[in-house]
C-alpha cells in the first residue's frame, strides 16, 4: 500500500513538474495565427463601433495608456498595467489622473508617439476637437473629464469634476486605444495606425483581415507571431468544420455556443476549450411610459413570473449565471451576494410561489384567467434574442399575458426601441468593462442615449454619482448592491440571466487567455506563441 | 434580322432603365437605411451625428436628385463609394465577379455535361431500370437543398480526408485549386444538372414519336445516329432555354453555396449589401446582373436561330 501511495506521489510530482515546464517553456516566434471571423465589421475603428467583431481584429495594432493585464483572466483595478504610460498618479483630491508617457514609440508609419495623440483621441472621445468620429457609442464615458492637458511632451492630466477611480478601469478596456494626431478618423476606418505589436495589412470586407509583425515594437521581442489572418466566415457550420479540420489554429473567441463546444470536443478532442462569461445580460426592456406596463403592479407581476433556471438550462444547459445588473461571482467583481440577491421579488428559489403571487398582483389590476392580456414581445431577428423571447413568451401565460412574438430586422430594431414604438422588448447589454459606472450611467442614468427604457429615478441617480465618487472599494461595493437591488425591485430593465460562451484553439497554440469578466478586452495577443 | 436585333437592343435598355428605378426605389422603400444601421450597431444614436452622417453620404438629398446623381456616374463608369469599407464600388465589385462568374460556369459546365448526357439515356431506354434509376437521381436533385448537400460534402469532406474545401484565394496546389472551385460547382450544380436533365428526356421523347425519326430509322440510320445526330439536335432547344435562365440565376443566385463555402462572390456580397443597406453597392450589383439576364437572354434566342434553321426572325 505504501509502495502505491509512494508511486502515485511520484506520478503526481512528475505531471506537476511537467506542467510546470510546458508553463515555463520558452515562446517560438513566427507562425501566423489563424483564426475565423465571425462577421465583416463595419469599419476597423475601434473608438467608432460597439461589438468586439471589432475589438478582436483591430485590438492588436494599438496600445492603450493602461491596460488589463493580458494573461489574468479577471479584469480589476489590480490587473491594470502600464502601457503606453510608464506610471500613473491620482493628485490629492482624487481629481487628476496623471500619466507619465513612455518615451521613443513610434506609431507605424515611423511618426513619433507623444502626449499630443493621447489629447487628440480624448477630445475627439469627449466630441471637443475639429475632427469627428462618425459615430461615438463612448462619448458618455468621459462626462466627467473636464479637459485632458498635456504638460511636456511625455506627460498628460485628466482634469475631472469629482473623483471617479473607475477612470482608470475606462482606459484599459479594449475600447480605449490612443489614435495617432496625424491620421484623420476616416483612414482609421479603412486602414489603421497604432503603436502595437501588429501593423494593419488588408481589411477585405467579409473576406479577410490580416496583421503582421511590428517588428519595431516598443516591447523588444514581442510579439512572437509573425502575423494573424482572420478569415471571415458568417456560416457558423462552415467555420466550425474549418476549426475541426485544422484549418483554423482558433475559434473566434466567445462565439462557440455550448451544444456546438460539445461537437467541437467530439470531434477534436485535442483542441484546448474554455466555457467562460461574457458579460453581456439578456434582459427585458419594458415601455413603462404607456399602458399596460405604466402599472408598477403589471410590471412586477412579469418579474415574478420568470423562471430564470429554465432560461439556462434550456438555452446553456446550466452553463450561465443568474445575478442582477452586475455580472455575477465569480467572474464578476461587483455582484451583490446571492442570499441579498434571492430578497428580490422574482429571484425566489420557489417558483410556484412566485408566479401565485404575480397572479394576485395580475387580478387587482384586471386581469385573471378569464380575462388575458395580449401584448407583443418585440426582439431582434437573431437566434440568441429570438430564441429566450419565446421562451419568455411561454413563461408569461403562466400569468395570463399572450404574449406575440414580434421580430424585428436589426436594421429597424434600435429606431423602434428609441420610439418606444413597443410595450415589452428582449435586448441583450454587453459590458466593456466589469464597473457600475459604465453599466449604471450607460444604461440607467435620466437622459442616456442607451438607457432605452427611459427609466428615471434622481433619488438612484444621486446614489450612482456617490457610488462613483467613491474611493473606498467596500464601501463602494455596498452602494452598488443596494443600487443593483433598488433596479430590479423597480423593474428598470429586469435581467434574466448573464450568458457564458465557449473559446477553443489548437493545442499548439500557447498565451491565450480568456478574460472572465469582459469579452472586450482581452485580445493584444503580443504573447501568443505557436509550438510547431 | 437586322431591325429585330436593333428593337431587341433597345427593347433591353427600356428594361434596364425600368430595373434601375424599380431596385432605386424599392431601397428606399425598405425601413432603415446605412445610417440607421450604423447606429444600431453602436447602441445609440445622437441625431446630430446622424443629421451630419445622413449628409456626408448624400442621403439628405431627395430621391430623385440622388437617382440622377447614381444614373450619371453610371454612364460615366462612375459607381460611387461603399458606405460601408468607404472604397470605390468598382474596386469592391469587380474582383468578385470572376470568382462567382467561374463558379457559374463551372456549375453550368458540370449541369450539361452531366444533365444532357444522362437525359437521352433516360429517354432512349424510356420505362427500363436505367430510366428509373436516373429519374430518381433528377428528382433528388431538383429536392435536395444546394446549402444541405454543400454542408454534407463539406462534413464528409473533413471526417474522409480530414480538410475541406474553403475559399482560399492563392490556392497552394492545383488539387487545392481544383477542389475550392470544383467541389462548389458540383454542389450547385447537381440542381441544374437534374433540372437539364428532365427537360432533355421530355424534349427527347417529344422528338422521338415524330414521324421524321421514323422516316430515319425506316431509312436504316444507326440507333446513334438517329438519337444524337436526328433527335438530340431538334431536342435541344429547350435545354438552351434552361441552361441560359440557369446561367441568368447563377450570377445572382449563388448565395447559399457561396455562403456554405465562404466563396467571397457576387451573391454573398450583395447580400451583406443588402444587409448594410449599401446603396452603391446593391444597386450597381443589381444592375449588373439585370444586364446579365438581359444579355444571357438575347443570345439564348439568337442561337434559337443559329441551331434551328426552322426560326427565322423577320421584319
Known amino acids: 500500500m505504501r509502495s502505491v501511495r509512494a508511486l502515485a506521489a511520484v506520478a503526481l510530482s512528475l505531471l506537476a513538474a511537467s506542467n510546470v515546464a510546458a508553463l515555463a517553456a520558452e515562446p517560438k516566434n513566427g507562425g501566423i495565427l489563424k483564426v475565423y471571423h465571425r462577421d465583416s465589421p463595419a469599419s476597423a475603428s475601434i473608438h467608432e463601433e460597439a461589438t468586439y467583431s471589432v475589438n478582436i481584429p483591430f485590438m492588436p495594432i494599438f496600445n492603450n495608456l493602461v491596460i488589463y493585464k493580458q494573461d489574468v483572466p479577471q479584469n480589476s483595478m489590480e490587473s491594470i498595467v502600464p502601457d503606453l504610460a510608464e506610471s500613473w498618479a491620482w493628485s490629492g483630491d482624487r481629481k487628476t489622473l496623471s500619466f507619465k508617457l513612455r518615451q521613443g514609440v513610434k506609431w507605424h508609419d515611423g511618426k513619433p508617439f507623444t502626449s499630443a495623440d493621447v489629447k487628440c483621441t480624448f477630445d475627439m472621445l469627449m466630441g471637443k476637437s475639429q475632427q469627428k468620429f462618425r459615430k461615438n457609442p463612448r462619448k458618455s464615458w468621459y462626462s466627467e473629464v473636464v479637459d485632458v492637458t498635456p504638460k511636456g511632451d511625455f506627460e498628460v492630466a485628466f482634469n475631472l469634476t469629482r473623483p471617479q477611480p473607475s477612470m482608470l478601469a475606462l482606459l484599459a478596456s479594449g475600447y480605449t486605444p490612443v489614435y495617432p494626431c496625424h491620421v484623420s478618423p476616416g483612414d482609421m476606418r479603412t486602414k489603421p495606425v497604432g503603436t502595437g505589436p501588429f501593423k494593419f495589412v488588408e481589411f477585405k470586407a467579409n473576406e479577410s483581415i490580416k496583421i503582421t509583425r511590428n517588428p519595431d515594437y516598443w516591447k523588444k521581442g514581442l510579439p512572437h507571431l509573425d502575423g494573424i489572418e482572420y478569415t471571415i466566415i458568417t456560416n457558423r457550420s462552415t467555420a466550425i468544420l474549418g476549426f475541426i479540420s485544422g484549418q483554423f489554429d482558433m475559434t473566434f473567441p466567445t462565439e462557440v455556443s455550448i451544444p456546438l463546444l460539445k461537437d467541437v470536443k467530439k470531434q477534436a478532442p485535442k483542441a484546448v476549450c474554455v466555457v467562460e462569461p461574457v458579460n453581456v445580460s439578456t434582459n427585458i426592456i419594458v415601455n413603462s411610459s404607456s399602458p399596460p406596463f405604466d402599472n408598477i403592479d403589471i410590471r412586477r407581476a412579469m418579474a415574478l413570473a420568470l423562471d430564470r433556471k429554465a432560461f439556462v438550462s434550456i438555452l446553456f444547459e446550466g452553463q450561465a449565471d443568474i445575478g442582477g445588473t452586475m455580472l455575477p461571482a465569480p467572474g464578476g467583481l461587483w455582484a451583490m451576494p446571492k442570499e441579498m440577491l434571492e430578497t428580490i421579488p422574482g429571484y425566489g428559489p420557489d417558483i410556484n410561489a412566485n408566479r401565485e403571487e404575480a397572479r394576485k398582483l395580475m387580478a387587482k389590476a384586471g386581469y385573471g384567467p378569464g380575462k388575458h392580456l395580449a401584448v407583443k414581445v418585440a426582439t431582434r431577428n437573431i437566434p440568441i434574442y429570438r430564441d429566450p423571447a419565446i421562451i419568455l413568451i411561454d413563461q408569461l401565460k403562466s400569468i395570463h399575458i399572450d404574449g406575440e412574438l414580434d421580430v424585428v430586422e436589426t436594421a429597424n430594431w434600435f429606431s423602434k426601441v428609441a420610439r418606444k414604438d413597443y410595450a415589452l422588448g428582449l435586448n441583450l447589454t454587453g459590458n466593456a468593462v466589469d464597473d457600475p459606472d459604465q453599466s449604471f450611467f450607460e444604461n440607467y442614468s435620466c437622459g442616456s442615449e442607451r438607457n432605452y427604457t427611459n427609466y428615471c429615478n434622481k433619488d438612484i441617480e444621486k446614489m450612482f454619482d456617490e457610488q462613483s465618487a467613491e474611493t473606498d472599494v467596500a464601501k463602494r461595493k455596498k452602494l452598488v448592491w443596494e443600487i443593483d437591488k433598488k433596479l430590479q425591485e423597480d423593474v428598470a430593465r429586469p435581467i434574466i440571466y448573464h450568458g457564458r460562451m465557449g473559446s477553443c484553439w489548437q493545442p499548439y497554440v500557447k498565451g491565450i487567455t480568456i478574460m472572465v469578466n469582459s469579452s472586450y478586452n482581452g485580445y493584444r495577443y503580443e504573447d501568443v506563441w505557436m509550438d510547431k | ?315
Open chain 2, 1 to 315: 434580322m437586322f431591325a429585330y436585333i436593333v428593337r431587341r437592343l433597345v427593347l433591353m435598355l427600356v428594361t434596364l432603365f425600368g430595373i434601375s428605378v424599380i431596385i432605386f426605389v424599392l431601397l428606399r422603400v425598405v425601413p432603415g437605411n446605412i445610417v440607421d444601421i450604423l447606429f444600431d450597431a453602436a447602441g445609440f444614436v445622437d441625431q446630430a451625428d446622424k443629421a451630419n452622417l445622413e449628409k456626408e453620404l448624400g442621403l439628405d438629398q431627395p430621391i430623385f436628385v440622388q437617382y440622377v446623381k447614381w444614373i450619371g456616374g453610371l454612364l460615366h463608369g462612375d459607381l460611387g463609394y461603399s458606405y460601408v469599407s468607404e472604397k470605390p464600388a468598382l474596386q469592391e465589385i469587380l474582383p468578385r465577379i470572376p470568382i462567382t462568374a467561374r463558379l457559374a460556369a463551372l456549375a453550368l459546365l458540370f449541369s450539361a455535361a452531366i444533365g444532357i448526357p444522362l437525359g437521352v439515356i433516360s429517354a432512349v431506354k424510356q420505362g427500363t431500370r436505367l430510366d428509373y434509376a436516373l429519374r430518381v437521381v433528377s428528382l433528388s436533385g431538383l429536392s435536395l437543398p444546394s446549402f444541405w448537400l454543400g454542408l454534407l460534402i463539406l462534413m464528409a469532406s473533413v471526417a474522409m480526408f480530414g480538410t475541406m474545401p474553403i475559399f482560399n484565394p492563392n490556392p497552394a496546389t492545383w488539387t487545392e485549386a481544383f477542389a475550392i472551385y470544383c467541389v462548389p460547382a458540383m454542389a450547385v450544380g447537381f440542381r441544374s444538372a437534374a433540372l437539364t436533365m428532365r427537360i432533355t428526356r421530355s424534349s427527347m421523347l417529344e422528338i422521338l414519336r415524330q414521324d421524321y425519326i421514323r422516316t430515319a430509322r425506316a431509312k436504316g440510320a444507326s440507333e446513334s445516329s438517329v438519337n444524337y445526330h436526328h433527335a438530340l439536335k431538334n431536342a435541344v432547344l429547350p435545354v438552351i432555354t434552361v441552361i441560359g435562365i440557369e446561367a441568368a440565376f447563377l450570377i445572382g443566385g449563388l448565395i447559399v453555396t457561396e455562403t456554405v463555402f465562404n466563396i467571397p462572390g457576387v451573391a454573398r456580397f450583395l447580400v451583406e449589401a443588402i444587409r448594410w443597406r449599401d446603396y452603391p453597392i446593391v444597386q450597381n450589383l443589381v444592375m449588373l446582373i439585370a444586364l446579365v439576364v438581359v444579355v444571357t437572354n438575347f443570345t439564348v434566342d439568337m442561337l434559337y436561330a443559329a441551331i434551328d434553321p426552322r426560326i427565322r426572325y423577320t421584319d
